[in-house]
């Protein structure tokens, strides 16, 4: 997997392309939250359940199906009319923000690959290109040298390509808009 922080730091990134002025802060929470609750598949571990499962770490909770089942639940934190014109534009960000850690975790070097498309089909992906270095499930583990040589290789990979990402979207997002009609 990739680290919390970058899961973190990808759904913040996202969240630049539908940010409109003053979103609430709850558009930022849900957003993290949905890009790291995915591992919370992790308790399987200590519960017995196999990795490979579909229940398992990077099983369903990894799914697109589950990107698209938390993006649902997190309309709810939008329920007042302010939201009415917005509701689309939130739920595609939640849903790309969620779905951003199996993405995250397939371009990792190690596990045993992401279940995308369960509960469906519990088959495992990887994407070809995995430049990320993997993490350690354990916090204790993460704090080491081998911890500082995984953030590198997420600010690399990850942290640099979304602060480009997200600079350009806050330029774009504050350019005026010119009425077709003009150009």
Known sequence: ????????????????????PGPPARFWVLGVVGAAIPDLDAVGFWMGVPYDGVFGHRG??????????????????????????????????????????????????G?????????????????????????PMSISRFFTARGVAILASEAMWVWLPAAAFALAMTVISRRPSVPLADR
């Open 60 to 109: 369903i909770t990894h799914s697109l199906t589950f990107a698209a089942l938390f993006a649902c639940a997190g309309l709810a934190a939008f329920r007042s009319s302010t939201y009415d014109g917005a509701r689309r534009r939130i739920w595609l960000y939640l849903f790309l923000a969620t779905a951003s850690h199996g993405a995250l975790d397939a371009m990792t070097s």
């Open 1 to 20: 997997m990739a680290s919390a922080f970058t899961h973190a730091i990808a759904a913040l990134a996202i969240g630049t392309a539908f940010r409109r």
């Open 111 to 135: 596990g045993g690959g992401v279940a995308f498309f369960a509960p469906f089909v519990n088959d495992r992906h990887f994407f070809p290109w995995r430049p990320i270095l993997v993490s």
